[in-house]
């Protein structure tokens, strides 16, 4: 019997819709807010008021390209969080009011459990290699950066984590002060490839253990564009390539350097990347240098499942619901969520 989920996710400022089935995605619509730029980051209630404009668009979109009726949904999966609250709001409305009009299941989805399980993910035009359980992840984003074992499907465990700030946000708050419009992290990828990854230094953080910390390495590099710019005040532009690779080397470093001894430490070499910040080409070529001297074998998302998407979420539902993990009408989204 065939199994067909639809996805939704509104965790931040994209609005997705997916449609799977048998294990197969056949649509993911995303619907990005691009009204944040002009304040430099994501405004809550700007996000929450497109997502309400975006979600029923959306998803019929997601079922047209899929050529699946409404009709023909067997559960609606979502995004219960982490994430905000009031974006979280309006695809869990959705969510529940579509399940309760077709009778149909309903499965809640952890946003950073969906990011990993990305790595499953088959399409209509390719089948992609999947890890083998047990397997790291380094899942990295503008709220997250963590070192997880992942059993299985539903069985993770967190191993490392930053104790402030993520790795993603160092990229946005660093681009800022070098008044780079947001999202800040892809244009210091592209100017990162023009410049010279040694050019400057800056502090790195000495956390025990496979704990990350960047809010040094942001204090760090503010004090030294403060300090240069007295000097030159066009300093900026005329190094803003060297200090794009700069620091983006910095911070992948960093990364890399943790899930180096993550691997030391389990004997796990089956090593999978995933979140917003896995899109980064400096991060995707760390770990492939890692793989290669060090024998791992590496996984890396498809650009269209690594940033924020429906896709994710309804693979992750796929699989709970082979297990009938379903949630009733009276379930509320989660601001903050971890992985268990």
């Known amino acids: ?102 009778n149909i ?25 999947h890890p083998g359980f047990p397997f790291l992840a380094l899942l990295v984003s503008g709220g997250n950066s963590q070192i997880i074992i992942v059993k299985d499907h539903s069985d993770m465990e967190v191993i490392g984590e930053t104790i402030d700030d993520a790795a993603g946000e160092a990229f946005d708050k660093c681009a800022k002060v070098m008044g780079i419009p947001y999202p800040g992290g892809p244009v210091i990828d592209k100017r990162a490839k023009e410049g010279n990854p040694l050019a400057f230094e800056f502090s790195r953080p000495k956390i025990q253990g496979l704990n990350y910390s960047f809010s040094g390495l942001k204090t760090s590099f503010l004090y030294f564009i403060r300090d240069k710019v007295k000097v030159n005040p066009n300093f900026i532009e005329e190094n803003m390539n060297d200090l794009c690779a700069s620091l983006q080397y910095t911070i992948v470093d960093v990364l890399m350097n943790k899930v180096k001894r993550a691997v030391r430490e389990t004997g796990i070499k089956e090593v999978a990347i995933a979140g917003g910040v896995s899109a980064n080409s400096g991060l995707q070529n760390a770990m ?46 989660f601001a903050r969520m971890t992985i268990k």
């Open 1 to 102: 019997m065939s199994i067909t989920i639809l996805g939704i996710e509104s965790s931040c400022d994209d609005t997705s819709a997916s449609v799977l089935r048998d294990g197969v995605i056949h649509s993911n619509i995303i619907a990005t807010q691009t009204v944040h730029m002009a304040y430099g980051g994501v405004v809550p209630e700007l996000a929450s008021r497109a997502h309400q404009q975006n979600i029923i668009p959306v998803v019929d979109q997601a079922l047209k390209e899929a050529n699946i009726t409404a009709d023909e949904i067997d559960a609606v999966a979502f995004t219960r969080g982490p994430g905000l609250l009031g974006s979280l709001m309006v695809g869990t409305s959705f969510a529940k009011g579509f399940a309760l009009s077709k």
């Open 105 to 129: 299941p309903l499965i809640e989805v952890n946003h950073l459990k969906a990011h990993i399980l990305a790595h499953f993910i088959d399409d209509l035009k390719n089948t992609y290699d």
């Open 288 to 333: 492939k240098e890692a793989a290669a001297k060090q024998g791992w074998k590496v996984y890396i998302p498809q650009l269209g499942y690594s940033l924020d998407n429906a896709a994710m979420i309804a693979i992750t539902g796929y699989f709970k619901y082979l297990k009938k993990d379903f949630v009733e009408q009276d379930t509320a989204p």
